[in-house]
């Protein structure tokens, strides 16, 4: 028998909320429910920040009585709240800044994680989960304990890039074991949809689906956190914001204006919600002929670096347009760990040790902003 909404709806209607018994459906916290053809179930509940301790209980409550219908695959739940608008919503305070609402957001670390960081860019194809990869392995490098979080949903990159099979083993209380390649620890929803399954998702089921991978995950203790994020400025990147004290964010682009005209938007959103940006990251900076050895700028050379100077935040680095790189990560051997002495690798572990600077020397990470739309 398919799993329909109605289903599910009858599910979590056992739920209880509160002391007088109000059902979870019946208390107008629940959002649309989702069920996509794979039986795979997503929803959100509705909460105010202090009552985040007490209603993790309910979402859990509610992802064990959906859990138990026939025919459900996964369930994705998290919990949402928006910080309450303030009086005219672009009103500036006497000193221009805009005014902060007197809630405060409720620190929502990740036990056991020191900093996270999420690899961004403002379009697809400018080489972001290659980046994100090898910087992860760059800390590695470094000493330290490293995860990394494959965000982007519909094209989940990790599992290849690493050459991982398999599927996360399940430990108590529905927490996954993350996967593990070259030392580092490794969690992406592609170890959980087949290969070629196309996630036909909504938003919302997104950013449930990142929530769980944040927090439903056994990390153990990392020193730093890598999340390659989907590409954009949407859904997936203000849940990343929302759901965790995010440490920093680098930014990934290609030199031409195109690609640096939506990297200047990620750097804009970070901003607005209060991420400091660790850097930008200039990919496919120079092809170099393999046969004549004559170097040509394809994607024109020096953008990033220029428009990092501009928006006054640090240039992490050129990495180049270069088959090497590209034929070990089809074979899912990343540079870093194929060639750690090459000039490649070497590159990565120049922005590794930058963006570890950043992150030893600075403040601490900072509580998750509360995000406004206007």
């Known amino acids: 028998m398919a799993i329909t909404r109605e289903h599910v709806l009858q599910a979590l209607s056992t739920v209880p909320v509160d002391a007088n018994g109000t059902d979870l459906v019946a208390s107008g916290r629940l959002s649309d429910v989702v069920v996509d053809e794979a039986g795979r179930v997503m929803f959100s509940i509705t909460i105010e920040p202090s009552e985040a301790a007490n209603m993790e209980r309910v979402r859990q409550a509610a992802v064990t009585a959906v859990q138990g219908l026939p025919a459900v695959k996964g369930v994705f739940a998290s919990l949402t709240a928006d910080r309450p608008s303030v009086t005219g919503p672009s009103a500036p305070s006497p000193g221009g800044a805009r005014p902060r609402s007197a809630a405060q957001p409720k620190n929502q670390r990740i036990p056991g994680v020191q900093h996270v960081i999420a690899v961004a860019s403002g379009k697809g194809g400018v080489g972001k989960s290659t980046t994100a990869c090898n910087l992860a392995l760059g800390l590695k490098a470094l000493g330290l304990k490293v995860g990394l979080l494959d965000a982007d949903i519909y094209g989940p990159s990790m599992p290849k890039l690493l050459g991982i099979h398999g599927k996360p083993r399940l430990l108590e209380n529905r927490i996954l074991e993350p996967?593990?390649?070259?030392?580092?620890?490794?969690?992406?929803?592609?170890?959980?949809?087949?290969?070629?399954?196309?996630?036909?998702?909504?938003?919302?089921?997104?950013?449930?689906?990142?929530?769980?991978?944040?927090?439903?995950?056994?990390?153990?203790?990392?020193?730093?956190?890598?999340?390659?994020?989907?590409?954009?400025?949407?859904?997936?990147?203000?849940?990343?914001?929302?759901?965790?004290?995010?440490?920093?964010?680098?930014?990934?682009?290609?030199?031409?204006?195109?690609?640096?005209?939506?990297?200047?938007?990620?750097?804009?959103?970070?901003?607005?919600?209060?991420?400091?940006?660790?850097?930008?990251?200039?990919?496919?900076?120079?092809?170099?002929?393999?046969?004549c050895g004559q170097s040509s700028h394809i994607f024109g050379h020096g953008g990033a670096r220029d428009e990092a100077a501009r928006l006054g935040v640090p240039f992490l680095g050129e990495v180049p347009l270069n088959m090497t790189i590209r034929e070990l990560s089809d074979a899912g051997q990343p540079v870093v760990v194929a060639e750690p002495e090459g000039p490649h690798a070497r590159i990565y572990k120049d922005v590794a040790q930058q963006v570890w600077t950043a992150l030893s020397g600075g403040a601490a990470a900072r509580p998750a902003p509360r995000i406004v739309i206007e």
């Open 179 to 291: 996967m593990e390649a070259y030392g580092i620890k490794v969690m992406s929803i592609g170890f959980l949809v087949e290969e070629e399954a196309a996630m036909i998702w909504r938003g919302p089921m997104v950013m449930s689906a990142i929530t769980q991978m944040l927090r439903e995950v056994a990390w153990g203790d990392l020193d730093v956190l890598v999340v390659d994020m989907p590409p954009g400025t949407g859904d997936a990147q203000l849940t990343m914001a929302q759901a965790t004290p995010l440490a920093g964010a680098v930014i990934v682009s290609t030199p031409q204006d195109l690609a640096l005209i939506d990297a200047r938007r990620g750097v804009s959103m970070f901003k607005r919600v209060e991420i400091p940006i660790l850097g930008i990251v200039e990919n496919m900076a120079t092809f170099v002929c393999p046969h």
